[in-house]
Nanobody, 127 residues
Framework: QVQLVESGGGLVQAGGSLRLSCAAS????????MGWFRQAPGKDREFVAA????????YYGDSVKGRFTISRDNAKNTVYLQMRSLKPEDTAVYYC????????????????????WGQGTQVTVSS
């Protein structure tokens, strides 16, 4: 099990940028693929981005492709989500999640694949 704590959320104007961080503790961070998801009020949880254990492969949801960048620093046990050109429809609670993948280059876009979740951080984009 790994414990996850997100930070970096807040209020930003449309067109602005934010960087979310997710600090992990517990089991070996480099054994986990990491993902970011978001959930807006009244909507299902949505896949945002994923990154493999080493960081060599990343994948994005269609709604954020070209605007968001996921990265990780295994020495700091931290995964990041750089968000640019933010839109009001990006408003949501953002969650980071960990998927135990001890070998290989797997990642998942499905929330059900992830074993551990952070508490979430609110991102609000004003128009």
């Amino acid at each position: 099990q790994v414990q996850l704590v997100e930070s970096g959320g807040g209020l930003v104007q449309a067109g602005g940028s934010l960087r979310l961080s997710c600090a992990a503790s517990g089991r070996t961070f480099s054994s986990y693929a990491m993902g970011w998801f978001r959930q807006a009020p009244g909507k299902d949880r949505e896949f945002v981005a994923a990154i493999t254990r080493s960081g060599s492969v990343t994948y994005y949801g269609d709604s954020v492709k070209g605007r968001f960048t996921i990265s990780r620093d295994n020495a700091k046990n931290t995964v990041y989500l750089q968000m640019r050109s933010l839109k009001p429809e990006d408003t949501a609670v953002y969650y980071c999640a960990a998927d135990y993948v001890p070998t290989g280059y797997g990642y998942s876009t499905r929330a059900s694949s992830y074993d551990d979740w952070g508490q979430g951080t609110q991102v609000t984009v004003s128009s």
